[in-house]
């Protein structure tokens, strides 16, 4: 395989060695030449899909994260939604089932010395619910999964819409979290709490949301500045001669 002068940028000659270069971290890669080459020479610009890198590379990481997060929630939510509509087309069958347990275990209703108290009271609680309150309720978990589910769905195709999405909803839901917390501090609540703020900063500051520190137009500028044939280029030494040296 011939290497060309328009080739240098990713490919040159070095003695008995051929240097390539990683089109990711640009380190040059000293190996022996093809002995059975496929074609005669290196491709074309136009044939090399180019990997992100620098803010770009970073950007997809990230959104990507989210992404992955948000799906895992579509997932949770969807799961409770069906289990509510379950619920509440079997509410009857379920309600006489409780009675029955709580008779076994306190008996009659006119006998008992206590109420009923642990699962089965927080069973008797959900069964006693009217049914129109449990099908709003499971429309609302599907609903909370549709949103969740556009979140990742863009989030991973890095769809600008996307973000502005979740920067919203994200926010929204913030002062549900702390008022939570209020009422009692977990683990849980408490890395919830976090991760939203964290993605909230990030998709403002980072992402440029709202024309804040020049908006799209600035973003993509930026990533561009990292990825490309123009910062390849710009990123190319002019000789490798010292690398070359060293090898012989």
């Known amino acids: 395989m011939d290497v060309r002068e328009a080739d240098a940028a990713f490919v040159r000659d070095g003695g008995d060695l051929r240097l390539y270069r990683c089109l990711r ?7 022996p030449r093809p002995t059975r ?10 044939e090399i899909e180019l990997p992100l890198r ?13 992404a992955l997060n948000r799906a895992f929630h579509f997932i949770v939510l969807s799961i409770l939604a069906v289990l509510i509509f379950l619920f509440a ?26 109420p009923p108290h642990g699962l089965l009271h927080e069973l008797e609680r959900l ?13 609302a978990a599907a609903l909370y999964a549709v949103l969740e589910g556009a979140e990742a769905v863009g989030l991973w195709f890095q769809r600008r819409w996307a973000e502005y999405l979740t920067f919203t909803a994200t926010t929204l839901f913030l002062p549900l979290e702390l008022y ?39 973003d993509r500028a930026a990533r561009e500045r990292d990825s490309g044939w123009e910062a390849f280029q710009r990123l190319t030494p002019g000789s490798l001669a010292p690398l070359v040296d060293r090898r012989d």
């Open 89 to 114: 087309a079997h509410r009857q069958q379920l309600r006489r089932l409780v009675d029955r347990l709580e008779a076994a275990f306190y008996g009659a209703p006119g006998a008992r010395t206590h």
């Open 54 to 66: 620098g803010k770009a590379l970073r950007d997809k990481i990230v959104l990507r994260l989210i």
């Open 180 to 218: 939570e917390l209020s009422a009692r501090v977990t683990v849980l609540r408490v890395l919830a709490l976090v991760v939203n703020l964290a993605i909230v900063l990030y998709l403002l500051l980072a992402k440029r949301l709202f024309g804040l520190r020049g908006g799209a137009a600035a």
């Open 25 to 31: 971290c640009d380190s040059w890669l000293p190996l």
């Open 127 to 139: 069964v006693t619910l009217h049914v129109t309150t449990l099908w709003l309720i499971g429309l």
């Open 37 to 46: 080459p496929t074609r005669k020479h290196p491709p074309a610009h136009e």
